[in-house]
């Protein structure tokens, strides 16, 4: 069975840079895509970035555009999210995430393995 396990969230200020990394283990690792989520103190778990894990191809949520990165290692079989500029409304709880379908929408639904999520806090 395939793991996803998140590490890098912490406590930062406003303006300041973190790198999140999701390495996964087990079982046959085939995506089609991954993705970055996250659930803020309240909120629905949102989607924040995808990469379609062959093609390379990305997709970000407009509020993170322009300060995050999405990017993936193959060889490595991990996941990374660059974020860079970061503001209040940044801080959630960040999940890593895999899909298998062929046709993914970027939703919640789409995804079938998850991480168990990093906290990220950002004081302004």
């Known amino acids: 069975q395939v793991q996803l396990v998140e590490s890098g969230g912490g406590l930062v200020q406003a303006g300041d840079s973190l790198r999140l990394s999701c390495p996964v283990t087990?079982?046959?690792?085939?995506?089609?895509?991954m993705a970055w989520f996250r659930q803020g103190p309240g909120k629905e778990r949102e989607f924040v970035a995808g990469?379609?894990?062959?093609?390379?191809?990305?997709r970000y949520v407009d509020a993170v555009k322009g300060r995050f990165t999405i990017s993936r290692d193959n060889a490595k079989k991990t996941l990374y999210l660059q974020m860079n500029n970061l503001n209040s409304e940044d801080t959630a709880v960040y999940y890593c995430?895999?899909?298998?379908?062929?046709?993914?929408?970027?939703?919640?639904?789409?995804?079938?393995?998850w991480g168990q999520g990093t906290q990220v806090t950002v004081s302004s």
């Open positions: 087990g079982g046959a690792f085939s995506p089609v895509a």
């Open positions: 990469i379609a894990w062959m093609g390379g191809r990305t």
């Open positions: 995430a895999a899909s298998d379908l062929s046709l993914v929408q970027w939703s919640v639904s789409d995804f079938t393995s």
